[in-house]
T-cell receptor, first 112, second 114 residues
Framework: GENVEQHPSTLSVQEGDSAVIKCTYSDSASNYFPWYKQELGKRPQLIIDIRSNVGEKKDQRIAVTLNKTAKHFSLHITETQPEDSAVYFCAASRGGSYIPTFGRGTSLIVHP | EAQVTQNPRYLITVTGKKLTVTCSQNMNHEYMSWYRQDPGLGLRQIYYSMNVEVTDKGDVPEGYKVSRKEKRNFPLILESPSPNQTSLYFC?????????????FGPGTRLTVL
């Protein structure tokens, strides 16, 4: 089955800095890579996703990149703000037919 | 409003006392699944269901049962709970679309087994 590794487990940055979270996956058939944000005491919610036919996707201050050859994808957050503080999960799946496998999560702390 | 609901939200019980956590979605999604979240271990899938009467084991199914008799409901059953099942549980649903498995999560159920 699929195995997703996520690093780092904790990331501490100053407000305004950039943050990068990296994930690797093992199943070359995976073609859908979502990222979820979980604020303290809340449910995980999708913030951005990327499909295997795309190398990069941006949405305001967040972006995701995908390298299919190396089987890794990353989340980039620019100009971080305190409200970006949360746990972020990456996931990989064969979209449309399978249930995703999640990484272990990254706790992002943005210091004012 | 499109949503996934879970009940109860909080539950404290004792070892061996059977319990059921309900999950319901109003989005007509085919897929539903249960996850448990533990510190440092992320979200681990317990069971999933691709449609009515179709269920399968996830990564950590031991000690759990599920059923899918209706499309909207996917209850999680702990026949004989043990302290190692103390965790935060999330139900999720998703729609079968091309190259998409976006998970819509319920609010979570915090279970403590004494």
């Amino acid at each position: 089955g699929e195995n997703v590794e996520q690093h780092p487990s904790t990331l501490s940055v100053q407000e305004g800095d950039s943050a990068v979270i990296k994930c690797t996956y093992s199943d070359s058939a995976s073609n859908y890579f979502p990222w979820y944000k979980q604020e303290l005491g809340k449910r995980p919610q999708l913030i951005i996703d990327i499909r295997s036919n795309v190398g990069e996707k941006k949405d305001q201050r967040i972006a995701v990149t995908l390298n299919k050859t190396a089987k890794h994808f990353s989340l980039h957050i620019t100009e971080t703000q305190p409200e970006d503080s949360a746990v972020y999960f990456c996931a990989a799946s064969r979209g449309g037919s399978y249930i995703p496998t999640f990484g272990r999560g990254t706790s992002l702390i943005v210091h004012p | 409003e499109a949503q996934v609901t879970q009940n109860p939200r909080y539950l404290i019980t004792v070892t061996g006392k059977k319990l059921t956590v309900t999950c319901s979605q109003n989005m007509n999604h085919e897929y539903m699944s249960w996850y448990r979240q533990d510190p440092g271990l992320g979200l681990r899938q317990i069971y999933y269901s691709m449609n009515v009467e179709v269920t399968d084991k996830g990564d950590v199914p031991e000690g759990y049962k599920v059923s899918r008799k209706e499309k909207r409901n996917f209850p999680l059953i702990l026949e004989s709970p043990s302290p190692n099942q103390t965790s935060l549980y999330f139900c999720a649903s998703s729609v079968r679309e091309w190259s998409t498995d976006t998970q819509y999560f319920g609010p979570g159920t915090r279970l403590t087994v004494l």
